[in-house]
C-alpha cells in the first residue's frame, strides 16, 4: 500500500469519526427554576407593575421555558421600565438566549454600566440607546449563568460553551430593562431610573434563579 | 483513453469531498441561507466563484505538481476537526463554521503536500469571506463606523456653514431628518472592498508591504467613501428637501460611491508601485 492510498484512509477515518460525533444525539436534562418568575412582586415599596403583551419582545425569546414581561413605574414618577425576564433551563443551537442588540436600529453608548442595590452590592450590566422610527430607549441587560450576571455577550457565549462542554448543563436567564428616551426625560435621568429600579429589582430576580 | 490508474485521484478525491460536504452539510445550509437573508451577505454568492477561479487560473500548475502526502497536514487537520467538534458539543455555529476552512486547508496539506497547500493557501482562505460573523459582531462594528461616520459628517457640514444638529444616530437639517440606521454604517462597502482589496493584492505584483498597506488602505478609504455619501445626502436634502433621497436615487447613490471608492483603490496601488519601483531603482543605484 502505497503512501497516497495510506494518507486516504487516515483521512477518511478521520472524517468518519468526526460524522459519527456529530450525529450522536446528547440530550440535557432542563433545570428547573428555583421560583416561578410570576412569584416576582408586582409592587414594591417604590414601584407599580402590572404584566405586559408585547409581541416583539416576546416572539424574540419565544425558546425560553419560561418569560415574564411587566411594566414598572415608580410610585412618584410618570415613567415606566419594560422589565423582561426569560430563563433558558436547557439551550441548544436552535434554543439559545440572543441577545438584546439582535434587532433592527441603530444602537449607540454602548457600555457597561454599574448598577448598586440598596444594599450595597453592585454589579455590572451592558446599556445601549436603541433608536428606531424616531423613537429611543435605553436598554439595559445582563445574562445570569451559574449564579453569575454576565453583561458581556462574548463572554456569556464563551461561558454557555465551557459549562456545556465540562459540564453538560448551560441553563442560563436574561434580564432586559427598558426605559424611552425623551426630551423630557434625557438619558442621564433615564440612567439614574432605570439603575435605581434594577438596583431593587436585580436581587429578587436572582433569588428564583437556581445557583 | 483514460486508465483505471486515471481515475483513482478523481474517486479519491470525490470521496473525500462528498465525506466533507456531508460532515458540514447543516453549516454550508445555513452559511448559504445567510446569503439571502439580508444584505450583509449578498456579496457570499460571488465568494465560491472566485474562489473556484482562482484555483482553475493555476490548474497547469497544479497538474505538473508532484503530490506529497506530509503528516506535518495533522497538524492543521486534526485542530479543525477538534473545533468542529468543540463546535458540536458547545452549541457555536460561528466555531463549526470557521472550522472548515481549517479542515480544508489540513486535509490538502495531509493529502497533496506542502507545495500545493502554498498555492491552494489563498483560494482556500478566501472562502472565509462567505461566512457570516456573529450578529453582535457585526452590530459592533456598525456602531463604531456609525459614530466615526456621524461625526465626521457632522463636523465638515459645519464647517461649510450648513446649520446642523446631531441627536445620537439622527442629523437634524432646518429641512429635513437623516438617520444614519445599519445599513447607511459603509458596513457592507467595508466587507466588499476588503474582498476585493485582499483579490487585487493576490492577483498584482506587489511587495509583501506593498500589499499589507493596500489592504489596510481599503478600510479608511471605505470609511472616507462613506462619509462623503452622508455628505452628499445631506447637501441634497438641505437645498432639495429630504424627498430627493428617496427610493432610486438612493439606491443608485450607493453603487456610484462604491465605484468612487474603488477607483480610489486602484489609483492608492498604481501609486504604491510607483513608490516600490523608485525605492527598488535607488536600491539597485
Known sequence: MNRNTIHFIIACLILAVAIGFSKAQDTQNAIPLSESLENIPLESAMYVGSDVRSISILSQYDTADEQLLRSYTARNKDLSILLFVGYWGYQTEHRSIKSPRYMEGAQYFVGKKSVRSPQGSFWTMNSFVHDHDQQKQLIYYAFISAGQIIPDDYHFRLHRMIRTLIYRRNNAALIRASTPITPDVPLQEAEAYIEDFLGEFLPIVLEHLPK | ?285
Open chain 2, 1 to 285: 483513453m483514460k486508465t483505471e490508474s486515471n481515475i483513482i485521484p478523481y474517486l479519491k478525491f470525490g470521496i473525500i469531498a462528498g465525506l466533507v460536504i456531508y460532515l458540514y452539510y447543516p453549516e454550508l445550509l445555513t452559511t448559504v441561507q445567510s446569503w439571502s437573508s439580508g444584505y450583509q451577505y449578498s456579496h457570499g454568492y460571488l465568494i465560491p466563484l472566485v474562489s473556484g477561479y482562482l484555483i482553475w487560473r493555476r490548474r497547469h500548475d497544479l497538474r505538473s505538481s508532484l503530490v506529497e502526502p506530509d503528516m506535518l497536514g495533522l497538524f492543521i487537520l486534526v485542530p479543525g476537526i477538534l473545533l468542529l467538534i468543540i463546535g458540536y458539543a458547545g452549541y457555536e455555529p460561528f466555531i463549526k463554521r470557521y472550522s472548515l476552512i481549517i479542515t480544508m486547508i489540513g486535509l490538502v496539506y495531509f493529502l497533496l503536500g506542502k507545495k500545493i497547500t502554498k498555492m491552494l493557501l489563498f483560494p482556500i482562505g478566501y472562502l472565509i469571506l462567505m461566512l457570516p460573523v456573529p450578529f453582535i459582531f457585526f452590530k459592533s462594528l456598525a456602531a463604531n463606523l456609525r459614530t466615526i461616520n456621524i461625526k465626521a459628517a457632522y463636523a465638515i457640514t459645519e464647517v461649510l456653514g450648513v446649520p446642523i444638529i446631531q441627536e445620537g444616530a439622527t442629523l437634524c437639517l432646518p429641512n429635513a431628518t437623516l438617520q444614519v440606521i445599519d445599513w447607511c454604517t459603509g458596513i457592507q462597502s467595508l466587507i466588499a472592498m476588503m474582498a476585493i482589496s485582499l483579490l487585487y493584492v493576490y492577483l498584482t505584483r506587489m511587495t509583501l508591504t506593498g500589499k499589507i498597506v493596500l489592504v489596510f488602505l481599503s478600510i479608511p478609504l471605505a470609511v472616507a467613501g462613506n462619509i462623503f455619501r452622508i455628505l452628499v445626502n445631506i447637501f441634497l436634502a438641505y437645498f432639495f428637501g429630504d424627498k430627493v433621497l428617496g427610493g432610486i436615487i438612493h439606491h443608485f447613490q450607493g453603487m456610484i460611491n462604491f465605484s468612487f471608492t474603488l477607483l480610489l483603490l486602484i489609483i492608492v496601488s498604481f501609486l504604491i508601485k510607483r513608490i516600490e519601483v523608485k525605492v527598488s531603482a535607488k536600491k539597485i543605484l
